[in-house]
């Protein structure tokens, strides 16, 4: 999950590099649609009017404007930066100006080593391309059962499987065995394909010690078995990230046709006396106007329906600012009730404790040392002349593994297959590399990135002088913990309160026991011993000491470490607020097309499930257009 390769050149000179980096533009630099956004007129009318230009909002737009339909794509945030294309700058973009950065509501039984107060991160992407601009890039598609056990018409895994078959361009598909054929797509527009070798020899042990727990190794978790250990495939191409920006806008043929509107920012559906949206209301921001002091109020108009992709969170504050919520928090604002509706319950994300194994380092030179500083500064070069090399890989993000943790014998230490259940996930295992010596020169930045108190910082510092530490992420995939979205006020422009609720559900913490003793024998494998690896035991205030309690230790360690892997989905979820065809119940001409609208996780990372839904409302609206 950390991938630590830009903190090396923030150490080495301050911000400044990443800072240019952040200001220099990317890939997705859309000019073109830089002029079309400048003539948006008060009262201008499209066919389609699609809300957020990220994993779900691209595809619907690219889609319906290449059917041959008006289409206006408005977008709160602006072009993606250059650190935004680096594989191994991901990192870096957390609290950065293409992160929406929103603030959370603590619940005091998680993050409570959160650096704001136990408020636990909660990072979006800002920009064409949304979260998919700056994730990390790990693409995996999820397990059958979490379509066909949803119970809803037409979202079994047959009904959705083609709509993931539909973008995907796998490109390594030789380097698969041939029984991943039916299973991928080689044409699709996200091209996807594996990570340049991260050089760090902590790849191929990760890997052999996994196997020693009997967790078999898995060549392709997105065709028959997701169980085992992986090098996953990325969403990276050419050494660089396959945003849905970069994978649908610069597509000349859609290029020609979509309208983009960036920095403009949807306030409000407008609906009609009959409930039927027409349009919607906006604030958009000349791109001159740094300090954000003229800006532009419109009404836009659609002429057939309007499409809000604006995310797990954009979507339900827009919903409920156009009067789509429950009615007694909306009156409670004073906001007219158009609809009651659920929206902006039954968030549900996937959480993880940060677990640190400390081990020998492989290389253990000093980050000041000049022969590191020049090392790194040739990859930096390397990446911008060759998009290859180390900053090509997203370090040791892409050697993952997913596991049933029911599954596994603590006894024997190894993993069993004896229910079909065994073959339903409920860990994933994610890890990064921290060399040795790297941390004490940037704790500030540290801080600032992942969002942990001094003290643990500072703790994570003093281990890391003399070790490497292996950042290894167990994340519950099926929590059990719900969250809520709900306004602060009325003011559009206000964050909406955002309450993630982790770890109210104790069988959330059970689940992180039972990984935690995985990552414990782990660790006590040969390959880890061999450089003398064990569990990092951080010291909390209020936590019991590990040799005392060791299961009250590293309960109280979870309440702590919580951390997002920021996939929340279901705050305007199918069957509740929406039918099956992704219409707002209640509302005429309105539809959702982004995670909001999954009930449940997918036992997988997002952005695949999101792009799939982005390219079937696409379906849903054409084919309905067929019938009439
Ligand atoms: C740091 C991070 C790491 C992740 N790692 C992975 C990973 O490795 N693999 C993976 O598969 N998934 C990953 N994800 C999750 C994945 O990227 C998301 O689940 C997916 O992109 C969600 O798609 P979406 O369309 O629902 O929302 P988004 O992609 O977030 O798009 C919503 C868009 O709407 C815009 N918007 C919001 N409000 C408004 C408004 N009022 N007006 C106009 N525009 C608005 C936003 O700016 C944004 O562009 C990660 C996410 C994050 C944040």
């Known amino acids: 999950m950390l991938n630590l390769l830009p903190w090396f050149l923030l150490a080495l000179v301050g911000d400044s590099l990443a800072l240019v980096a952040t200001a220099l533009p990317g890939s997705v630099n859309l000019k073109d649609y830089e002029l079309k956004h400048s003539f948006l007129i008060d009262g201008q009318e499209f066919d389609y009017i699609v809300v957020g230009a990220g994993g779900g909002g691209i595809p619907a737009a690219s889609r319906l404007a290449m059917a041959g339909h008006d289409v206006l794509l408005v977008e709160a945030g602006d072009d993606p930066n250059l650190l935004s294309d680096i594989p191994g700058g991901a990192m870096?973009?957390?609290?950065?100006?293409?992160?929406?950065?929103?603030?959370?509501?603590?619940?005091?039984?998680?993050?409570?080593?959160?650096?704001?107060?136990?408020?636990?991160?909660?990072?979006?992407?800002?920009?064409?391309?949304?979260?998919?601009?700056?994730?990390?890039?790990m693409y995996t598609r999820g397990n059958p059962r979490d379509y066909d056990d949803l119970g809803i018409d037409g979202w079994a895994w047959k009904d959705v499987k083609p709509y993931f078959l539909k973008y995907e361009g796998l490109q390594d598909l030789d380097e698969l065995p041939p029984t991943s054929i039916p299973y991928h797509n080689t044409n699709g527009t996200m091209k996807v394909g594996f990570f340049v070798d991260s050089e760090n020899s902590w790849h191929s042990r990760i890997i052999k010690s996994l196997q020693l727990l009997d967790i078999p190794f898995n060549p392709d978790v997105n065709a028959e078995s997701q169980i085992g250990v992986t090098q996953v495939v990325g969403y990276v191409h050419k050494g660089v990230r396959m945003s849905t920006a970069r994978g649908y806008l610069t597509r000349k043929d859609v290029k020609k046709v979509l309208k983009v509107a960036k920095r403009t920012r949807c306030t409000s559906v407008i609906l009609d006396e009959n409930n039927s949206a027409t349009g919607i209301t906006v604030i958009t921001q000349n791109k001159l106007d740094l300090l954000g002091?003229?800006?532009?109020?419109?009404?836009?108009?659609?002429?057939?329906?309007?499409?809000?992709?604006?995310?797990?969170?954009?979507?339900?504050?827009?919903?409920m600012l156009s009067g789509i919520g429950h009615a007694a928090h909306l009156k409670s604002l004073g906001i007219p009730v158009r609809v009651d509706l659920p929206v902006g319950d039954n968030m549900s994300d996937h959480v993880l404790p940060l677990c640190i194994i400390q081990a020998d380092p492989g290389l253990g030179i000093p980050v000041l040392n000049p022969f590191v500083i020049g090392t790194k500064g040739v990859q930096g070069v390397q990446w911008l002349a060759t998009k290859d090399g180390p900053l090509a890989s997203n370090g040791l993000t892409d050697a993952t593994a997913l596991i049933n943790t029911k599954c596994y014998d603590f006894e024997q230490r190894k993993l069993t297959h004896n229910s079909s259940d065994c073959e339903l996930p409920s860990l994933q295992i994610i890890n990064a590399f921290i060399d040795r010596n790297l941390l004490q020169s940037i704790e500030l930045v540290v801080q600032q990135s992942i969002?942990?108190?001094?003290?643990?910082?500072?703790?994570?510092?003093a281990a890391n002088v003399h070790k490497a530490l292996l950042v290894v992420s167990p994340v519950v995939l099926r929590p059990s913990s719900r969250g809520t979205i709900r306004l602060k006020s009325t003011d559009p422009t206000d964050d909406p309160a955002i309450f993630p609720n982790y770890l109210s559900d104790e069988r959330d913490i059970e689940e992180m026991l039972r990984s935690i003793t995985i990552l414990e024998h782990l660790a006590e494998t040969p390959e880890y011993k061999a450089h003398n690896a064990s569990l990092l035991h951080l010291k909390f205030d209020g936590c019991p000491e590990y040799e005392d309690d060791r299961e009250g230790y590293w309960t109280c360690y979870c309440r702590h470490m919580t951390y997002s892997v920021f996939h929340a989905v279901g705050t305007a979820r199918l069957g509740a607020v929406l039918d099956e065809q992704l219409r707002v119940r209640g509302v005429e001409r309105l539809r959702v097309a982004d995670l909001s609208a999954l009930p449940e996780l997918p036992r997988a990372n997002t952005a695949a499930s999101a792009i799939a839904i982005g390219e079937r409302v696409a379906d849903f609206i054409l084919n309905s257009e067929e019938e009439k």
């Open 451 to 461: 969002g942990l108190k001094l003290d643990v910082v500072r703790q994570l510092s």
């Open 293 to 319: 002091l003229v800006k532009k109020e419109l009404s836009l108009y659609a002429r057939k329906e309007v499409i809000l992709s604006a995310g797990a969170i954009g979507t339900p504050q827009i919903l």
């Open 92 to 137: 870096a973009l957390l609290g950065s100006n293409i992160d929406w950065q929103y603030p959370t509501i603590p619940n005091n039984v998680s993050c409570l080593s959160a650096r704001d107060n136990n408020a636990c991160r909660f990072s979006r992407g800002k920009c064409l391309g949304g979260s998919t601009s700056i994730n990390y890039m």
